[in-house]
């Protein structure tokens, strides 16, 4: 899958990234609103882990959809 079908589909994905990512806010969703590069930053805000880290996570959560 690639990153297009998430962010045109972003309202059905909300549910299955705060799954993914429970520190992730509604607001903080609402506010990403499809973006990759803003949900990596919000996970790593809330996280501390480094934005490399990050990008696996995000890569490997994109595989398994």
Do not use: C, P, Y
């Not at 549910?15 to 990596?40: F, P, S, V």
């Amino acid at each position: 899958m690639d990153w297009n079908r998430i962010e045109g589909n972003w309202k059905q994905f909300k549910g299955k990234i705060k799954e993914q990512w429970g520190h992730l806010t509604d607001d903080d969703l609402d506010r990403i609103a499809g973006k990759r590069d803003q949900l990596e930053g919000k996970i790593q805000e809330h996280s501390g882990i480094g934005k490399d880290a990050v990008r696996k996570q995000v890569d490997d959560w994109l595989k398994n959809q």
